[in-house]
């Protein structure tokens, strides 16, 4: 664990989130290079991991001690791995014992990542009934050679009912994961597994290109992908059906009708806080040394928990032994950001939306001088790949397209020296 590198005074500590990682599900996918791991024939350990998802919860508030009563969780995410694997009555307990440690905001937005394989009416209901507001089904495409190649346990029949018996459990935010540049996809195919998903009615898309992650079964045994040109059709022909059918694409990869966007995934984008509890979770949280937050002095400090479930549930079982939780005991990583590495960590975040974040963020997040920037900034608007607003930092068309190219002008070797 390092000592802190810097110290910024942030004008606004930003609002607040919590992901929860759940790291099991039914069998790892050729392509994921998410922290899953297959369950073992003795099933998901959940009352214990429940217990040491609290647990960890508790160290990282004592830790990191302020008043938390002025920070109010705006979101919920359990992510994974395969989160529907955790039963209804388990997240009613979670979800009790996060209120009792932190206040949630009125309008909190709660989402479960689901599998199509893994879910039914009756428990779409109970999720829903514990509080989960936006379900996240993963779908990955429709057709079921294609699932047989991504190592889906689901069928499209499935993916298609589990959508529509979402809906009927009283789910009206619904997210479809959809995957494209399969092996062998065709741009007709492509857009045939949008065309299904705009049907189903659902009010959020995520449409990533697959790539080939190391450490995966794919990157190991590589599948025969479509070639770049078919690439570059199949993403401007589903941006356009996506367009017809009232989808905005507001991130880079992400797709939402009216009012729809995800609240989570933005606080992240505009380099929002967010507590990470469970095995392989990050967190990224400013500190303030303040009971003013609107002007504290602030850390922003950066979080990886232990990544494998055993040595996770291991850390708690020390835990219970001592009576005290201990931040040492499920972080694999803890540090704060230097000043010269806060220029990408924001843009690495902020380019990703179309439509960019108010300028004032920077220094609101970043605790930064404008000036820091400033020439950077007028530079990537001078080759068009940032828009000419100047209360706005945004990516042009140009700049979405070759976005690695804008966001790596601000990686430390290419920025001027902090001011404050």
């Not at 709660?110 to 209901?125: C, D, K, R, S």
Request: charged share 20%; glycine share 8%.
């Amino acid at each position: 664990m390092s000592a802190p590198l810097v110290n910024v005074r942030a004008q606004k500590v930003p609002p607040l989130s919590l992901y929860v990682h759940m790291p099991w599900c039914v069998r790892k996918c050729p392509y994921c290079d998410f922290n899953s791991h297959a369950v073992s024939a003795d099933g998901v350990p959940e009352a214990a991991y429940i217990d040491a998802l609290l647990n960890d919860l508790d160290a990282d508030l004592a830790h990191f001690s302020q008043d938390w009563s002025q920070r109010p969780l705006q979101s919920i995410f359990i992510g994974g791995g395969t989160p529907s694997l955790i039963s209804p009555n388990g997240y009613v307990r979670l979800f009790a014992g996060i209120r009792a440690r932190l206040s949630w905001a009125d309008d909190i937005e709660i989402t479960l990542e689901a599998n199509p394989g893994t879910v039914e009416q009756g428990l779409f209901e109970g999720y829903r009934a514990a509080g989960i507001n936006r379900l996240s089904i993963g779908v990955q495409t429709f057709q079921g050679e294609q699932l047989k190649a991504l190592g889906r346990i689901h069928s499209g029949d499935e993916a298609l009912r589990a959508a529509s018996t979402a809906r009927a459990a009283g789910f009206e935010r619904i997210n479809l994961d959809l995957m494209h540049g399969l092996p062998g996809q065709s741009v007709a195919a492509a857009c045939d597994d949008l065309a299904q998903a705009i049907a189903l009615g659902v009010t959020h898309l995520s449409w990533y290109q697959l790539t080939l992650e190391p450490n995966t079964v794919f990157y190991r045994q590589q599948p025969i992908l479509p070639d770049e040109d078919v690439l570059a059709d199949i993403q401007e022909q589903g941006e356009v059906l996506l367009a017809q059918a009232g989808f905005q694409r507001y991130e880079v990869s992400a797709f939402a009708q009216a009012d729809q966007a995800c609240r989570h995934n933005l606080n992240y984008w505009q380099f929002g806080d967010y507590l990470g509890i469970g095995a392989g979770a990050h967190g990224k949280l400013t500190l303030a040394n303040s009971a003013d937050i609107t002007t504290a002095s602030a850390e922003i400090w950066r979080s990886t928990k232990t990544r494998m479930p055993k040595d996770y549930l291991a850390a708690y079982s020390a835990a219970q032994s001592t009576g005290i939780p201990s931040v040492a005991a499920y972080q694999a990583k803890l540090e704060s950001i230097a000043s010269i590495d806060l220029p990408f960590e924001f843009m690495l975040n902020a380019l990703r939306l179309t439509n960019g974040v108010p300028s004032a963020y920077w220094s609101e997040r970043t605790g930064l001088s404008p000036n820091t920037i400033a020439s950077t900034l007028a530079e990537l608007r001078r080759q068009g790949l940032l828009e000419h607003t100047p209360d706005r930092l945004q990516a042009s068309a140009l700049g979405l397209r070759f976005l690695n190219r804008a966001i790596d002008a601000f990686l430390p070797e290419h920025s001027e020296p902090a001011s404050r």
